[in-house]
């Protein structure tokens, strides 16, 4: 895109465009969270399973009943489904603060799409009526802080 082409777009179209983004991607992580709660679920119960089994096999690993290999290799089954439910539940996780995520921006968003642009505006307006820029603003509140410390 040219340099005039984007100055040709308005903020309410990019706004606009931005949201119907967002929406879109909302529309999709529902089925994803469905998906990672079945994964995280089959993972625990794998690690569950397992665990029992290796405890049942160091149970008996004191009469001589067991065999050194087989409790390496339950050990190592558990070992390796412990570490697929730590990762999905990680994979769980992550799609849960996406989820948070994307609320809050279709949140903020919206509110723009609405013509609140009040908060993003503040200080434009404040230096429009003759106040103090945001530098000198800062300044003004470091040396109160210093004055009172």
């Known amino acids: 895109m040219q340099a005039r082409e984007l100055l040709s777009v308005l903020p309410a179209d990019l706004i606009k465009s ?7 991607l909302a529309a999709q992580l529902p089925k994803e969270l469905e998906l990672r709660q079945e994964e995280n679920d089959r993972a625990f119960q794998l690690a569950k399973t397992s665990r029992e089994e290796l405890k049942a096999l160091q149970a008996d690993s004191s009469d001589s009943n067991v065999n050194e290999e087989d409790l390496l290799k339950a050990q190592h ?18 799609i849960k603060n996406n989820i948070s995520d994307c609320q809050e921006a279709i949140g903020f968003w919206q509110q723009l799409a609405d013509g609140e642009w009040g908060h993003l505006l503040e200080d434009a307006e404040r230096l429009r009526i003759g106040g103090a820029s945001s530098y000198s603003e800062a300044k003004r509140l470091n040396s109160e802080k210093e004055e009172r410390a």
């Open 77 to 94: 089954t558990y070992d390796e489904n412990e570490r697929f439910r730590r990762r999905s539940a990680s994979r769980l996780q992550t």
């Open 18 to 24: 931005i949201l119907a983004r967002r929406e879109k």
